[in-house]
Every structure is written in structure tokens, then in C-alpha cells.
């Protein structure tokens, strides 16, 4: 997470390398991929051991200016997958085959006129729209 000391992918693969556990991994969420500059080119060079699962989500391509509207992206309004300008296929065709995926969604504002199980079908319906174009 770009606001944190772990910046990017690549800083969190040394630290948790240099960890040198076990049970240590790294975790894929597209929104703090990108913003923390990472790119799916990037993802091929780590050993598979270190990935458990990767979450999926979108957001607009133009990354916002200051820490306040990451945080605000990031906890309160991200987008379905498909509705936005990550590059969700390049990180999953980077991705191993098998690691499951799990959804991190925030959408407060579309949460005011859109029940949850409304919201979950349309998070459904995108996401296995996305993973059918791989």
C-alpha cells in the first residue's frame, strides 16, 4: 500500500523474503498493486509458495493525487471488476492458475440505493464476465 513503508509489490516480496518463514506470502489486491506502481510483469519473477490468494476489485486508471484520495479509493469507493482501468487480465493471466480469488469491494455510495445481495450478484456477474475474456 502505497502509503505504508511497504510501498509496492516488489518491497513487499523482499520483506517477506528476508522474513524467510514458512507460512510468510504475499497478497494481490489490483487497487494498492497499481497505485503502489506495480506492474504484471512483475508477478512472474515470485515463487508461487508465496501466494495463498489474490483479491479482486477496480478502480479508474488515473491514480488519485494524495494520500486522502488513495484512502478514500481504497476503503469507501472501489469498482466492480470490468468497471474500471486496472489491468485485471494482465495480473491474472500473471497469476497462478489455481490461487483462488476473493472479492474486496467497498462501494458506500452505491451502497445507499443497491441492496447487498443486488450488489453481490452484479460482483458476480463482472467478475466471471472477466475471467470467460482471459
Not at 472501489?78 to 485485471?88: A, I, N, T, V
Not at 497469476?95 to 469491494?105: N, R, T, V
Not at 467497498?106 to 463482472?126: D, F, G, I, Y
Amino acid at each position: 500500500m502505497p502509503w505504508t513503508d511497504c510501498q509496492n509489490f516488489a518491497k513487499g516480496v523482499r520483506i517477506v523474503e528476508a522474513a524467510a518463514h514458512e507460512n510468510g506470502g504475499v497478497l494481490i489486491d489490483p487497487i494498492h498493486f497499481d497505485r503502489g506502481g506495480s506492474s504484471a510483469g512483475e508477478i512472474p519473477r515470485v515463487s508461487r509458495t508465496l501466494f495463498r490468494y489474490a483479491q479482486l476489485c477496480d478502480a479508474p486508471a488515473e491514480r488519485p493525487a494524495d494520500v486522502k484520495g488513495l484512502l478514500f479509493q481504497a476503503r469507501a469507493e472501489r469498482l466492480m471488476p470490468g468497471d474500471g482501468g486496472l489491468d485485471l487480465k494482465g495480473i491474472l493471466r500473471a497469476l497462478p492458475a489455481d490461487l483462488p480469488l476473493s472479492l474486496e469491494i467497498p462501494m458506500e455510495a452505491l451502497s445507499k440505493s443497491v441492496p447487498a445481495v443486488e450488489r453481490t450478484r452484479q460482483m458476480l456477474a463482472k467478475t466471471r464476465q472477466l475471467l470467460r475474456s482471459l
